[in-house]
């Protein structure tokens, strides 16, 4: 998730020639990394890949600020890497205004952002089409950045572009003016989910807070969301932590991704160590209260809306590899983390889903809290670890208690993760019905 300069995703190089292996990860940064085969087999897509479900003649919607100069080489080089095809379409457009002249300075962490989502959507859905919507301002804390973000999401839901928008980015709740200043923001998620495009957004790597100034430098030392994660009309996507063996086997169930009292990773990643908060954001919303479809999770949400829906992976003790060469940027192989990863992997699951039901499936959420309810198969538990993060300002040292994962819903991993040989099929029969 991108908050300010896309500090939040978390970035470092690892190889300017050839992906690192896992063993040179866990030398370099003390954790391992895994590649789209591993991460293909994790979540179990293979059968799906074999019937022809890859997210054929479905469009997936990446949007970001800036984008990236680089990006359709980078992807190219990327697919070769790693025997992927090359989507069928790969459009970028502009909607909201002509973006400036690239500048390493204020567009290289967007650039980084766009990077992974772009990647890892691709290698989730292989053959779905992708369309970077690209806006002209940073999206940072507050209503920095939306009206231009609301605009271009309003085109592509006016134009019929995609079935499926995925978004690696949001503001604490608490930033915002008023509450009233969001819901003037909603007009692309009310029109997405009248013309039933699905909307997704990643919860954030704070943990339980969230940033309290534009510069990204302070907390806050209580409970906190990011929108649009805690939007009613969007799906908030949170973190996981994989345990995978080079095969892409798990060798430990997934929990919740947590790496803020991690020693040796806040060294990698802060130069300190820490404890910093790196975790997944989740939590009870402080502006909607608890929609419809979670009227049966009351009991971990009371009468909030809460967030997130469901989780996939973004630990950085467990990095992905994406490849960057834009300007700013020594052009290699890079490892990443955050649920700016988990957002567009769940895009693919998605987009896999819309092809199986022949038309896209616009809000999911009653169909994600219909499936936990009846114990669907495709639904895995995510039942171990909690958000709960600490750290030092201004000379304090806090900590902000979130949630704890268990069996059923929880504001950490929502409704779990996925098995997608079986998730894909359920949900599109469950969303079918367009609710």
Request: a negative charge.
């Amino acid at each position: 998730m991108v908050s300010v300069q896309p500090a939040s995703i978390r970035s470092q190089l690892a190889s300017r020639t050839q992906p690192p292996t896992e063993a040179q990860c866990v030398t370099s940064f003390t954790v391992p990394c895994y590649d789209p085969a591993q991460v293909e087999t994790a979540y179990n897509e293979k059968p799906l890949f074999a019937h022809g479900i890859t997210g054929r003649g479905q469009t997936i919607v990446i949007v970001d600020a800036f984008g990236s100069p680089t990006i359709k080489s980078d992807l190219a080089t990327f697919d070769k890497q790693f025997g992927l095809p090359a989507p069928p379409s790969f459009r970028i457009i502009q909607p909201a205004g002509a973006v400036g002249p690239y500048n390493p300075t204020t567009m290289s962490g967007w650039a980084g952002e766009t990077t992974l989502d772009v990647e890892w959507s691709h290698t989730i859905a292989p053959g779905a089409n992708i369309l970077l919507v690209e806006t002209p301002v940073a999206e940072t804390e507050g209503t920095a950045g939306f009206p231009q973000i609301v605009e271009a999401e309003n085109y592509v839901v006016d134009h019929h572009l995609g079935q499926v928008i995925t978004q690696s980015f949001g503001a604490t709740e608490g930033t915002f003016p008023t509450a009233r200043s969001i819901f003037q923001l909603r007009s692309a998620y009310i029109n997405a989910f009248q013309h039933h495009v699905t909307v997704l957004a990643s919860s954030g790597d704070t943990g339980a807070t969230g940033y309290s100034n534009v510069a990204g430098t302070l907390f806050y030392t209580h409970p906190a969301v990011s929108w649009p994660a805690s939007d009613p009309l969007v799906t908030g996507v949170g973190g996981t932590q994989l345990s995978l063996n080079a095969a892409g086997q798990r060798t430990a169930p997934d929990r919740v991704w947590n790496d803020t009292y991690n020693k040796p990773l806040q060294e990698v990643f802060f130069g300190n160590a820490g404890p910093n908060p790196l975790a997944g954001g989740g939590g009870r919303s402080a502006v909607f209260s608890r929609p419809p479809y979670q009227n049966g999770v009351a009991n971990a949400t009371g009468n909030a809306r809460g967030v997130p829906d469901i989780s996939m992976s973004a630990a950085c003790s467990g990095l992905v590899v994406t490849y960057q060469s834009f300007g700013g940027v020594a052009p290699g192989w890079y490892v990443v983390c955050g649920t700016s990863e988990a957002s567009p992997l769940f895009s693919g699951m998605v987009a896999m889903a819309d092809q199986v039901a022949g038309h896209s499936l616009g809000l999911i959420n009653p169909a994600l809290y219909f499936l936990s309810a009846v114990h669907a198969p495709g639904l895995v538990p995510v039942t171990m670890g909690n958000n709960t993060v600490g750290f030092t300002q201004n000379g304090k040292s806090y900590t902000v208690h979130g949630s704890s994962a268990g069996r059923g819903y929880s504001t950490v991993a929502g409704v779990g993760t996925v098995n997608a040989a079986l998730f894909v099929p359920e949900l599109a029969r469950a969303a079918g019905g367009r609710w």
